[in-house]
T-cell receptor, first 112, second 116 residues
Framework: SQKIEQNSEALNIQEGKTATLTCNYT??????LQWYRQDPGRGPVFLLL?????KEKRKERLKVTFDTTLKQSLFHITASQPADSATYLC???????????FGSGTQLTVLP | SAVISQKPSRDICQRGTSLTIQCQVD?????MFWYRQQPGQSLTLIAT?????????ESGFVIDKFPISRPNLTFSTLTVSNMSPEDSSIYLC?????????????FGAGSRLTVL
């Protein structure tokens, strides 16, 4: 089966530092990976998508990489702020690409 | 992007009862997805609701426990039947959306159920 794993359940970093979150997948490389942010009491919100043939994608302070050799995606938040504190989820397509399978999420806390 | 309204936003239920969650989308969509998020866990897909046909359930989920209706292209309901404390979860409705030329999921705010 196609699994997707996020290694860290929780990550605490100091404000201003770069947060790096890891997402690993098994079996074949998906056509793309997606990253979502979830705040308490809210549904996940889409942040970034990176395709298999893209090594890196940026959006403001966010950067995502896709390494098909390591079967891994890294999600970076530079110059982190307390407002970045949330749970971040990665997801891959499944079920003939008509569904998404989510990782367990990493809870990021940015300390002031 | 699509806007999804879910209700109730939260409820406290007694064991053995059933509760129906409603999901309204502000645009017509072919597929609507129902996810469950148990405390401290990630999202698990329960079923895909297609208008005009039976819902497709994922492994471990059955229609008798989670009946779904999809009367039109903007609305769906999920019923959690004969609830037990193990059903205490957040239930989320979602649809495919387009952003930056890609298919992404847009979610409702979720329905937090607590079963006593």
């Amino acid at each position: 089966s196609q699994k997707i794993e996020q290694n860290s359940e929780a990550l605490n970093i100091q404000e201003g530092k770069t947060a790096t979150l890891t997402c690993n997948y098994t079996n074949y490389s998906p056509a793309y990976l997606q990253w979502y942010r979830q705040d308490p009491g809210r549904g996940p919100v889409f942040l970034l998508l990176i395709r298999e043939n893209e090594k890196e994608k940026r959006k403001e302070r966010l950067k995502v990489t896709f390494d098909t050799t390591l079967k891994q995606s890294l999600f970076h938040i530079t110059a982190s702020q307390p407002a970045d504190s949330a749970t971040y989820l990665c997801a891959r397509p499944s079920g003939s690409a008509r569904q998404l399978t989510f990782g367990s999420g990493t809870q990021l806390t940015v300390l002031p | 992007s699509a806007v999804i309204s879910q209700k109730p936003s939260r409820d406290i239920c007694q064991r053995g009862t059933s509760l129906t969650i409603q999901c309204q989308v502000d645009s017509q969509v072919t597929m609507m997805f129902w996810y469950r998020q148990q405390p401290g866990q990630s999202l698990t897909l329960i079923a895909t609701a297609n208008q005009g046909s039976e819902a497709t359930y994922e492994s471990g989920f059955v229609i008798d426990k989670f009946p779904i209706s999809r009367p039109n292209l903007t609305f769906s309901t999920l019923t959690v039947s004969n609830m037990s404390p193990e059903d205490s979860s957040i239930y989320l409705c979602s649809v495919w959306d387009r952003e930056s030329g890609a298919n992404v999921l847009t979610f409702g705010a979720g329905s937090r159920l607590t079963v006593l």
